[in-house]
């Protein structure tokens, strides 16, 4: 009950932001937040709940973005030497909805690559994978325009046209869509960790072979979290490329995956505020930073400092380590006592 | 006027490498009766137990449960046909709270598909409430609801190997397979355990067990199976495996006089 109040405190003060926030500059900083903030959270999926750690993640990310700048910019590309293969523009929010499954697809495919590997080889597989796409963002140039990058990116309209539209261009409104999609992406993975689904995902990182032994079937609950965190992230990528409207193969930068991964284990992986507040911590830090005007190098390497410092000190992560300051009666849900009903919500 | 088997072990081999851990083992399991494996160290009874469990694949035999063929299938399907085990090194999801898991071990109980869990659908939180119910049962039953709220980590020993038992129990198996569960406890936790499998047998669950107890095992079993390296030397009930002289030489024997000195 508590954990709902605050989250609603949350919400309303995020929502509140535009209203006092005057440099349209901050509100900039904070979208782009929101958008890593939504592919970290899609990463905890895999990294903090089943615990296989994915270091491809700006792959799912990157194939949202130009599969949703494609649909909705259409292509004509020339297959075998006589077929062409062409797609008339569409709306925005269709192509994002392509995104979506087309990266849900991907982390399909991923998923039953790593049937039997984990660990390391799950590592590999995904780093593999996102240099794959990468390359391929490069080189095809007929349907990526590679390094040229893809221009002009629609930005999304909602409603019905000539009656009600909204038109996510500009700052105030483009927030408000990443802050909406955040909240989507919070309550989906909330519904799912704490369901008979993300317990079977929890059981995988704990104990692989009990997990299996109580019938879990470890490489389904795999599949499904690849295909739900990479639906989420390619989610994340086609919000990033209908805000700036530009994509070019960048968006698969290795340091993304980098940056993912880094606010979900300083925030706490495998907790739902986690990646929030690891994604809030690194993603306005370096603006402050720059506020102060000091040299990038120097900027940087506060970065990591504060990265490392966290690290050591705090090995489970921000969230975590707040959490077991509170009162333990708090965290349990106020009388102490343990209800059947009462656990997993004390503990979310 | 005996039960029919449920589970029959033909020929069983299991090889590693050059090490053969179980020779042409065969036995079978009665509906309902508690069957003791024992041996000396390294007989090959957990290694049995992998087999019959997915957890490693037989060099040769066959292991039909209910008229069922397991050989070759994973352990998550075999667990879905009732055959559960525990680990003989403890094995509990340790980040957990004693509740957290019991309701993971209820995995197979639960009706949620992926798609209305994510909807948030009332069918999934009613199923959820149901689960929670059915895991405070199953913390009763065993007796270690008075921590459910605590961290499996955090727990004695004891109590860790009687949270083991009701997460297997909570996959609901028909035969339940435990590998030295009271190996670690004291005397009254072990009478305790004791009575515990009693009350798993009214439930009409089926046990094989693995365990060093002799006091235990002469208690409870119906009937005991001795292995000595990899090969069965006696399948008898406790009162003729007590006297069986191959059994003394191999195994009791051994045990007596270390119980004594
Ligand atoms: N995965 C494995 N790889 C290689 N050898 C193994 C493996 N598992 C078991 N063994 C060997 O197989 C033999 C039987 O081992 P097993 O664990 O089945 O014995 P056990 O009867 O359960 O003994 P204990 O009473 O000590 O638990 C031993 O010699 C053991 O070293
Ligand atoms: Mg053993």
């Known amino acids: 009950m508590t954990n709902r109040i605050l989250s609603l405190a949350w919400v309303a003060f995020l929502i509140s932001i535009p209203f006092w926030m005057e440099d349209l500059y901050y509100l900039h900083v904070l979208i782009v ?19 296989q750690l994915s270091l491809g993640h700006v792959a799912f990310f990157g194939i949202g973005a130009y599969v949703s700048s494609l649909v909705s910019l259409g292509f004509e590309i020339h297959v075998l030497p006589n077929t062409t ?15 979506v499954i087309f990266s849900g697809l991907c982390g399909w495919f991923i998923g039953r690559v790593s049937f039997k590997v984990r660990g390391a080889y799950f590592v590999i597989v995904t ?30 309209t909602l409603g019905i046209p000539e009656v009600f539209e909204v038109e996510f261009i500009g700052k105030v409104p483009c927030y408000y869509l990443v802050l909406a999609v955040a909240v989507f992406t919070y309550v989906v993975i909330r519904r799912l960790v704490q369901s008979r689904a993300g317990r079977a995902m929890i059981a995988l990182r704990e104990n692989e072979p009990l997990a299996s032994s109580v019938g879990v079937d470890v490489t389904r609950v795999l599949v499904l979290a690849t295909i739900v965190s990479a639906g989420l992230a390619g989610l994340a990528g086609a919000l990033y490329a209908h805000y700036v409207r530009i994509v070019d193969p960048d968006v698969f930068l290795f340091i993304y995956t980098v940056t993912m991964v880094i606010m979900v284990i300083t925030g706490g992986k495998g907790t739902l505020a986690g990646p929030i507040v690891g994604g809030l911590v690194f993603g306005i830090f370096p603006e402050v930073l720059r506020g102060f005007q000091v040299q990038p190098e120097i900027q940087w390497i506060t970065y990591g400092v504060l990265m490392i410092l966290i690290v050591y000190f705090l090995p489970a992560g921000i969230v975590p380590a707040i959490r077991s300051l509170l009162p333990r009666r708090l965290v349990e849900g106020g009388d102490g006592s343990v209800e059947p009903n009462a656990t997993a919500e004390a503990r979310s | ?147 459910a709220g605590e961290q499996a980590s955090a727990l004695p020993y004891g109590e860790l190997r009687l949270l083991e038992v009701a997460v297997a129990l909570a996959a609901k198996p028909t035969l339940l397979l435990l ?83």
């Not at chain 2, 365990?211 to 006696?234: F, P, T, W, Y």
């Open chain 2, 1 to 147: 006027m005996t039960a029919p088997t449920v589970l029959s072990i033909e020929g069983l081999s299991i090889r590693f490498g050059g090490l053969t851990a179980v020779e042409d083992l065969t036995f079978q399991v009665r509906e309902g009766e508690v069957l003791t494996l024992i041996g000396p160290n390294g007989a090959g009874k957990t290694s049995a137990f992998n087999a019959i469990t997915g957890y490693i694949q037989p060099s040769a035999g066959d292991i039909v449960y209910r008229g069922e063929c397991l050989v070759g299938m994973k352990p998550n399907q075999i667990a879905a046909r009732g055959v559960v085990r525990t680990f003989q090194k403890t094995s509990v999801f340790s980040g957990l709270t004693m509740f957290e898991n019991v309701l993971t071990g209820l995995h197979l109980r639960g009706k949620q598909h992926p798609l209305a869990i994510m909807l948030g659908l009332p069918s999934v939180r009613r199923d959820e409430e149901r689960l929670r119910a059915e895991a405070w049962e199953i913390l009763k039953l065993v007796g270690i609801e008075a921590r």
């Open chain 1, 127 to 156: 780093v593999s994978f996102a240099e794959v796409v990468r390359l391929v963002s490069l080189n095809w140039m007929e349907l990526t325009q590679g390094p040229m990058a893809l221009n002009n990116i629609p930005y999304l």
């Open chain 1, 85 to 99: 293969v062409s797609l008339d523009p569409k709306p925005v929010w269709f192509a994002m909805l392509v995104a």
């Open chain 1, 33 to 51: 937040t929101g958008i890593f903030i939504i592919a970290a959270m899609s990463l905890n999926l895999l990294l903090g709940y089943t615990g």
């Open chain 2, 179 to 261: 590998d030295e569960p009271v190996s670690g406890m004291n005397p009254t936790e072990t009478a305790d355990f004791m009575t515990l499998i009693g009350r798993i047998r009214a439930l009409g669950i089926t046990i094989l067990l693995v365990e060093h107890d002799m006091k235990m095992v002469m208690g409870i079993s119906d009937r005991i199976v001795c292995l000595n390296q990899g090969r069965i030397i006696a399948d008898a009930p406790p009162a003729e495996i007590q006297k069986d002289p191959e059994v003394i030489r191999a195994y009791l024997g051994e045990r007596y006089v270390r119980a004594r000195g």
